[in-house]
């Protein structure tokens, strides 16, 4: 059984969409969530969450993270195609390193 | 550039080759690790070294062997692969073991290997 599962796996959408992206996970020694944008290679940081309910924004990207219901999500606004990647979320736990999940593998078209 | 430099980028290798890969870090960072990222998989945790020593080994297959000569440096010898194990390899570092900077993981861009 997957600890982090994300949802949807690969999404389609214009430009000028908004798109929300999904990550559970499961609450054993949980310390924080993380979220990773990959464009070609190097998987790039986009944020850590560790407190519920405390939004967290960087331009278009906003994420939050429920610990009640053990689930972030990922919000991007007025969707550019620069904005095609694969989203990963990862959970940090105590005494290991980050568990990812599959990630969604979004698409902006113009 | 991130950091954390791996090389080769990509290399391709016959299941009875011997071939290492390297990662190199200037970050100042104490923990290193390897991943795997197949298609349609979860990045998968191979090795994790701290302060040098190795401290996990999720269960990968003998046919890999890391090695860390300092907190710098992380090699992954590779050795009879199966056409299976080609995928991308990630090596990343982190500040802190066992704990997080508030900027999480760093990086390399990975060595995307093909085994023939």
């Known amino acids: 059984e997957d600890k982090v599962v994300q949802s949807p796996l690969s999404l389609v959408v214009h430009e000028g969409d908004t798109v929300t992206l999904n990550c559970s996970y499961e609450v054993t020694n949980f310390r924080s969530l993380l979220w990773y944008k990959q464009e070609k290679k190097a998987p790039t940081f986009l944020f850590m969450l560790?407190?519920?309910?405390i939004e967290k924004k960087s331009g278009r990207l906003s994420s939050i993270l429920d610990k009640k219901e053990l689930f972030s999500i990922l919000n991007i606004t007025a969707t550019q195609t620069g904005d095609s990647a694969i989203y990963l979320c990862a959970r940090n736990q105590a005494g290991t390193a980050l568990i990812f999940g599959k990630g969604t593998t979004l698409s902006v078209s113009s | 550039e991130t950091g954390v430099t791996q090389t080769p980028r990509h290399l391709v290798m016959g299941m009875t080759n011997k071939k290492s890969l390297k990662c190199e870090q200037h970050?100042?960072?104490?923990?290193m690790y390897w991943y795997k990222q197949s298609a349609k998989k979860p990045l998968e945790l191979m090795f994790v070294y701290n302060f040098k020593e190795q401290t996990e080994n999720n269960s990968v297959p003998s046919r890999f062997s890391p090695e860390c000569p300092n907190s710098s440096h992380l090699f992954l010898h590779l050795h009879t692969l199966q056409p299976e194990d080609s995928a991308l390899y990630l090596c990343?570092?982190?500040?802190?073991?066992?704990?997080?900077?508030?900027?999480?993981?760093?990086f390399g861009s990975g060595t995307r290997l093909t085994v023939v």
């Open positions: 990343a570092s982190s500040q802190v073991p066992g704990t997080l900077s508030v900027y999480g993981y760093t």
């Open positions: 560790t407190s519920s309910g």
């Open positions: 970050l100042g960072h104490n923990a």
